[in-house]
């Protein structure tokens, strides 16, 4: 039987350069804990645990895919974005920290105690959805996705949360009615098709159609202003996530789409990442 410290050894001493340590040994310590079903404190107490050869064999495979670039959340098939934990899988983008930019950015403009109508175009795992419903009980919020497997993964996330965002498929917000919703919000594909991030270790692992912006990377930005133009009342907001690069091209189609008090908001680490704008009228 291998022992347990003795497996993660071998594969910090093997993995790619250019990763933090302490980052392989946390990736190292989920990956352990998910195949052992063992807490954190377990894995601390008992590791130098022997393992019979099954369970070394499924926990050497999850290291080896690891190590190759798949993202650790499709490993173990969850992960977190505003304190809830998700479901996700290779049919969804893991839900990324910037992103809980966005949030902030939409609570800010949904008074607590109102039902105002919220969409979220692209939903993929439902992240920005259900964390809006979780803080805003009183919202009416709907998910769009055209991937049907993608909006059966933010459907399990609804469930798991008992949240009652409800989550449709469409081609971005052709079925839904025109001057029918408070806010829009979106994290759309913004990454430009010859970008070379695309086939880099993690991302090419995950789906394409939500990482490829097209050319200019502003395909689906476009789709998203014009949708939100259309479906939101008068004095309704629009805000979507974009690259780092892609602040001023974005105010610039929000006003060229008839969209005042337009605005961009910066990341954590001060990069430009999420615009917006209000609907006049």
């Not at 064999?57 to 690891?66: H, M, P, Q, T």
């Not at 133009?229 to 004095?235: K, Q």
């Amino acid at each position: 039987m291998r022992r347990l410290r003795t497996i993660l050894a071998d594969a910090c001493a093997r993995w790619p350069a250019g990763v933090e340590h302490d980052r392989v040994q946390r990736d190292l310590w989920q990956l352990a804990c998910h195949v052992l079903k063992w807490p954190l404190e377990r894995l601390f107490a008992e590791g130098d645990a022997p393992l019979d050869g099954d369970t070394a064999v499924r926990l050497e495979a999850l290291i080896g895919r690891r190590m190759a670039g798949e993202p650790l959340a499709y490993l173990t098939g969850e992960t977190e974005f505003w304190s809830l934990p998700l479901w996700v899988s290779p049919a969804v983008l893991v839900p990324r920290p910037e992103t809980e930019i966005l949030v902030e950015r939409a609570l800010a403009h949904i008074p607590a105690e109102n039902a105002v109508r919220i969409l979220d175009l692209g939903t993929g795992s439902g992240a920005i959805a259900l964390a809006l419903q979780h803080e805003r009980p009183k919202a009416r919020i709907i998910g769009v996705d055209r991937s049907e497997a993608a909006l059966a993964v933010a459907r399990r996330n609804g469930e798991r949360h008992q949240l009652p965002a409800a989550f449709i498929q469409g081609q971005w917000a052709t079925a839904l009615s025109a001057c029918s919703m408070d806010l829009v919000v979106s994290n759309p594909p913004y990454i430009e098709s010859a970008d070379p991030a695309l086939a880099d270790r993690g991302l090419r692992c995950e789906p394409r159609a939500a990482l490829d912006g097209g050319p200019d990377g502003l395909r689906d930005l476009r789709a998203v202003i014009s949708a939100a133009a259309r479906v939101l009342r008068g004095g309704g907001r629009v805000l979507a996530e974009h690259g780092n690069r892609q602040g001023a091209a974005v105010r610039a189609l929000l006003a060229d789409a008839g969209f005042d008090d337009i605005v961009t908001y910066q990341d954590y680490a001060g990069w430009d990442r999420v615009s917006g704008g209000r609907r006049s009228g």
